[in-house]
């Protein structure tokens, strides 16, 4: 595997369901993100680690949590999602936090449809 | 305000045309990195470019050029020949050293290419 992977591609759920998404980095770096992307919204940035450490929370619901054990993994634990949460969840990774020159990698992204 | 405004929310162009994707800034800093994203159909966002607030020259990847106008604050990408694969949404983003460095996106043009 190369690159950032994510899993699952595509998840549909209910809102009493529990799941969560999976992000995984085979390049090295230390920097680990999730985005929302909502149709007709520009890319909203929720959660960035760095080396392990969450760095930034961007005010969002605590039905969303993250996990990071590692700097090659990321996770997006989800519970009580409402049908307004239905969105691509995009990862991204990049070489360090710090730096105006280090370009983000992305996954595929997974669709998520809350019902 | 916006840190990064796309005005074109569609672009056409003619394959084997160039077309010129506009971008402008918003930052204080004098050091700040700007980046390119193509994001196809299937959802990943695939990097392009980069430019660095310093660099005198402007970018160029491939069939991709960045027409980097400081003073302006504008950061336009070419693509010359273009392609029916060309044919995706376009996303600016920007990285600044007082931000964080927490990447900042624009709203995305998205761009059809004709046969």
């Known amino acids: 595997e190369t690159g950032v992977t994510q899993t699952p591609r595509h998840l549909v759920m209910g809102m009493t369901n529990k799941k969560s998404l999976k992000c995984e980095q085979h390049l090295g770096h230390n920097a680990m993100y999730w985005y929302k992307q909502s149709a007709k919204k520009p890319l909203e940035l929720m959660f960035v680690y760095n080396f392990k450490e969450q760095t930034e929370n961007n005010s969002v619901p605590s039905r969303f949590s993250p996990e990071c054990p590692n700097s090659s993994h990321l996770f997006l634990h989800l519970h009580t999602l409402q049908p307004e949460d239905s969105a691509l969840y995009l990862c991204?990774?990049?070489?360090?936090?710090?730096?105006?020159?280090?370009?983000?990698?992305f996954g595929p992204g997974t669709r998520l449809t809350v019902l | 305000a916006q840190k990064i405004t796309q005005t074109q929310p569609g672009m056409f162009v003619q394959e084997k045309e160039a077309v010129t994707l506009d971008c402008t800034y918003d930052?204080?800093?004098?050091?700040?990195?700007l980046f390119w994203y193509k994001q196809p159909s299937s959802g990943e966002m695939i990097f392009l470019i980069y430019?660095?607030?310093?660099?005198?020259q402007n970018a160029t990847e491939g069939r991709y050029s960045l027409n980097f106008q400081k003073a302006r604050k504008s950061a336009n990408l070419v693509i010359s020949a273009s392609q029916l694969g060309d044919s995706a949404m376009y996303f600016c983003a920007m990285r600044e050293a007082g931000g964080s460095y927490i990447p900042t996106f624009g709203r995305g043009t998205s761009l059809i290419v004709h046969p």
């Open positions: 991204a990774s990049s070489q360090a936090l710090a730096g105006e020159t280090n370009e983000q990698f």
């Open positions: 930052t204080s800093d004098q050091s700040y990195g």
């Open positions: 430019q660095g607030s310093y660099d005198e």
